[in-house]
């Protein structure tokens, strides 16, 4: 269960603007999440709190292929992305690098408490309950593990 504060976004929201290509310099983690959606508010990395929710609308992640896109929302604090659509090497990448999504058409206004359940696919706003799109189980296992590099290792060791 996922539970944190609603930051809303519109459509098409791109890598550009989630981490603009000026920082794609680094492997700096904390310049990632620094510079985090500062192509649309660059005001976001300073005020979302460990733990908040970004909600889009469609096409979120659209763009480049750049993986740093969900690693600056990740390091930022992001605890999961939920939006009508995903950009599919966005919603790729994310699962890779372990920050949780759910696919899901819901109102909601900035700053309410957003509950995700990703083993159900579904999102509470205000009391009303969404159904979106329940990841397959390998996805589950994937993000439970931490990403890609992590879930690997983690079938190695078992």
């Known amino acids: ?13 791109d890598t550009d603007v989630i981490i603009p290509g000026k ?12 510079h985090a959606m500062e192509g649309i508010d660059p005001e976001f990395a300073g005020k979302v709190q460990k ?16 993986e740093q896109a969900p690693l600056a929302l990740k390091h930022a604090g992001v605890s999961c992305v939920v939006a009508k659509y995903f950009a599919r090497i966005f919603f790729r ?13 819901l109102e909601c206004e900035e700053g ?15 009391g009303k309950i969404y159904q979106g799109n329940k990841l397959p189980d390998f996805l589950l296992e994937i993000l439970t593990d931490g990403g890609l590099v992590a879930h690997r290792k983690a079938l190695q060791n078992k």
Not at 1 to 13: S, V
Request: some cysteine; glycine content about 12%; proline content about 1%.
């Open 1 to 13: 269960m996922i539970k944190g504060k609603a930051w809303k976004f519109g459509n098409d929201i």
């Open 93 to 105: 990448n994310a699962i890779n690098v372990g920050l949780p999504l759910i696919e899901a058409d």
């Open 23 to 34: 920082y794609l310099r680094t492997t700096d983690m904390q310049a990632f999440a620094d």
């Open 51 to 66: 733990g908040d929710v970004i909600v889009a609308g469609d096409n979120f992640g659209c763009g480049s292929s750049r």
């Open 112 to 126: 309410d408490e957003v509950e995700i359940d990703l083993l159900e696919g579904t999102v509470t706003v205000n």
